[in-house]
């Protein structure tokens, strides 16, 4: 049976053609990557009552927008490589366990330049940018603290500008915000299928994927992973409209 499952590098799928619409979908729509999770969906049977027609033309225009979505999803991923081989060192001087009463931390920047918990080394934090920004103008430079706070922030505005330079060659911008807007695709794809009531075994299978590409997009997005039962239910789901 199909599988999600963490920490792989299993990446592909088979095209789906629309022309599938009012004769069952899902011809084939093997794996596609949530940054970390695979998905594979089961092929669904061609031959569908047609009391499910409008739910069926839906989830085969979702497999479609998936494979849009997968491909979106490899080329992101490549400029995040891209932008992990020249992504600059955090200064030695701004690695900091806590800013004590000076200033607040955070966590190192990912690729998109946001505060990332999942890239921690050491517990190493750096200093909140806003943070030093403010006591820089609260602290007399003529003092030590207000000294300290100023080569902090020197540093501080170097490392981000140079960060900022390598997430813009790297193409990082452009493809995280393709990639969202086809991840709304989805979402607005499955809103219309979550409001139609499924009659049939490859009607609940639509469901299922439906289900599974909530989660696909919600990871994408930082969202909570679901716990493996209620994976396995909606991969169950479509599992069944193969063998109907």
Do not use: C
Not at 42 to 58: G, I, K, M, N, Y
Not at 70 to 90: C, G, N, S, T
Not at 163 to 185: D, F, L, N, S, W
Request: proline content about 5%; overall charge positive.
């Amino acid at each position: 049976m199909a599988h999600i499952e963490d920490n792989t590098s299993r990446l592909g799928r088979q095209q789906a053609s629309p022309a599938l619409a009012r004769r069952g979908f899902l011809k084939g729509l093997a794996f596609f990557s949530t940054g970390g999770a695979a998905v594979a969906a089961t092929a669904v049977s061609a031959a569908a009552p047609r009391q499910d027609d409008e739910l069926l033309a839906l989830g085969s225009t979702l497999e479609v927008e998936l494979a849009r979505y997968q491909d979106l999803k490899k080329v992101e991923q490549e400029a995040v490589a891209r932008f992990e081989a020249i992504e600059p060192a955090i200064p030695e001087g701004l690695k900091l366990m806590s800013g004590g009463d000076l200033f607040r931390t955070d966590w190192p920047p990912d690729h998109r330049g946001a505060s990332n918990a999942m890239r921690v080394q050491n517990r190493i934090r750096i200093p909140q940018r806003y943070s030093l920004d403010q006591e820089v103008k609260r602290l007399d430079g003529r003092t030590s603290a207000g000294r300290y706070v100023r080569r902090l922030k020197k540093l501080s505005d170097t490392f981000h500008e140079a960060h900022k330079a390598a997430r813009e060659e790297a193409g990082i911008g452009p493809v995280e915000t393709a990639r969202y807007r086809q991840g709304r695709v989805i979402v607005d794809l499955n809103a219309k299928i979550a409001e139609i009531p499924a009659t049939t075994i490859a009607g609940l299978a639509v469901k299922g994927l439906s289900e599974l590409s909530w989660l696909v997009v919600g990871q994408d997005e930082g969202g909570t992973r679901q716990p493996p039962r209620i994976v396995a239910l909606f991969e169950n789901l479509v599992a069944m409209g193969a063998q109907s």
